[in-house]
């Protein structure tokens, strides 16, 4: 590594990159391969990636619709459960009315 960290620096001095000046032919096709097998495994993992983002993209809608219905639900039950408390008051307040009709004829 610091081999090549040191032909790199020469070869930015002069434009040439002498780490690839002493390859032979098959050495260079085979470092072209293995560049392209890595090009190759990051375009699959770039792949891989994006159909996970999408899948949870839509794992995230889908959450999101189930949320908005439950605080849709939340909001009926509440309405729901005040108008029958007002309904037990309005029970509660004729039965007291009919006790207090029974008490004055009774």
Avoid: C, P
């Amino acid at each position: 590594a610091d081999q090549e960290a040191k032909e790199a620096k020469l070869s930015a001095k002069d434009g040439t990159d002498w780490r690839f000046e002493t390859k032979t032919v098959e050495e260079l096709r085979s470092m072209l391969q293995e560049m392209s097998t890595q090009v190759q495994i990051l375009n699959h993992q770039e792949e891989h990636t994006a159909m996970q983002i999408k899948v949870e993209q839509e794992a995230m809608q889908r959450m999101a619709t189930t949320l908005e219905q439950l605080r849709s639900d939340l909001t009926d039950v509440r309405s729901r459960t005040v108008e029958v408390d007002r309904e037990k008051k309005r029970l509660e307040l004729r039965k007291d009315e009919h006790r207090a009709q029974d008490a004055e004829t009774g």
